[in-house]
């Protein structure tokens, strides 16, 4: 099917001193980088045109990540995936790197279903750490609420069951792993892990790390044909 343009898809991981960057410096990197890259954008329409680049997983500050995907649309015409990846990759400044690209036809979108913490300590937890660890677990397997207040508007506590996103807990000597459910109404943040983990900054040999995203994509054409992966 003949489309106007078409989704490029780039994974990369970022690391070190760029993990403190906000969603919104990071989109500003990848557009200049795409920019410098003559990668063809698609702009939006109006009196302040910009391009249509997406990162469908915002990442936390301080949080570093194996798993960063980056969606940009692209003019289809003469597009090479490929090229375009070898034209971006020694653009990138230290901290990020580029692993894989893909370019998918007309609008593709991707929704997380689940996403994977790498906590690593600094020290091999005491045994009553092990023992916290090992009551967070039989949290997760069971239906009791575990409740946090988050801020909302107008400075406001709200109250947040996090127990519905928690899938699955491991602890190996060092390494703490978590996965958690991300659904419609949100997931539960990297600061409300630590805490119901009882860890500190402090107490890691490196800032958090996203080591897994589980996607699903959903690709709409031009004739309204919808697909579902």
Same mark, same amino acid.
């Given at each position: 099917?003949?489309?106007? !343009?078409?989704?490029?898809?780039?994974?990369?991981?970022?690391?070190?001193? /760029?993990?403190?960057?906000?969603? =919104?410096?990071?989109?500003?990197?990848?557009?200049?980088?795409?920019?410098? #890259?003559?990668?063809?954008?698609?702009?939006?329409?109006?009196?302040?045109?910009?391009?249509?680049? %997406?990162? &469908?997983? &915002?990442?936390?500050?301080?949080?570093?990540?194996?798993?960063?995907?980056?969606?940009?649309?692209?003019?289809? @015409?003469?597009?090479?995936?490929?090229?375009?990846?070898?034209?971006?990759? &020694?653009?990138?400044?230290? #901290?990020?790197? /580029? !692993?894989?690209?893909?370019?998918?036809?007309?609008? %593709? %979108?991707?929704?997380?279903?689940?996403?994977?913490?790498?906590?690593?300590? @600094?020290? %091999? &937890? @005491?045994?009553?750490?092990?023992?916290?660890?090992?009551?967070?677990?039989?949290?997760?397997? @069971?239906?009791?609420?575990?409740?946090?207040?988050?801020?909302?508007?107008?400075?406001? =506590?709200? +109250?947040?069951?996090?127990?519905?996103?928690?899938?699955?807990?491991?602890?190996?000597?060092?390494?703490?792993?978590? +996965?958690?459910?991300? +659904?419609?109404?949100?997931?539960?943040?990297?600061?409300?892990?630590?805490?119901?983990? #009882? /860890?500190? +900054?402090?107490? /890691?040999?490196?800032?958090?790390?996203?080591?897994?995203?589980?996607?699903?994509?959903?690709?709409?054409?031009?004739?309204?044909?919808?697909?579902?992966?």
């Amino acid at each position: 099917m003949q489309t106007e !343009y078409v989704t490029f898809i780039a994974d990369f991981k970022i690391e070190d001193r /760029l993990a403190y960057l906000s969603h =919104q410096e990071t989109l500003t990197l990848w557009r200049r980088v795409l920019v410098r #890259g003559q990668v063809p954008l698609v702009y939006s329409q109006g009196f302040n045109p910009h391009p249509h680049i %997406a990162l &469908p997983l &915002p990442r936390s500050v301080g949080v570093q990540s194996d798993c960063e995907r980056l969606c940009a649309r692209v003019a289809a @015409a003469g597009f090479c995936a490929r090229a375009a990846g070898e034209a971006i990759r &020694p653009l990138l400044p230290d #901290g990020c790197r /580029l !692993y894989a690209v893909e370019a998918l036809p007309g609008k %593709a %979108a991707f929704y997380p279903m689940s996403v994977t913490y790498r906590f690593t300590l @600094a020290a %091999a &937890p @005491a045994r009553h750490r092990q023992n916290h660890f090992d009551a967070c677990k039989l949290q997760t397997q @069971a239906h009791e609420p575990v409740v946090f207040s988050r801020s909302a508007k107008n400075n406001r =506590q709200q +109250r947040v069951d996090i127990r519905p996103f928690l899938e699955e807990l491991s602890h190996t000597g060092r390494v703490v792993q978590m +996965r958690c459910a991300v +659904r419609p109404e949100g997931t539960v943040r990297v600061d409300e892990l630590m805490s119901w983990l #009882g /860890l500190e +900054r402090d107490d /890691l040999a490196e800032p958090v790390r996203r080591c897994a995203v589980r996607w699903v994509s959903e690709t709409k054409f031009w004739k309204g044909q919808n697909t579902l992966s």
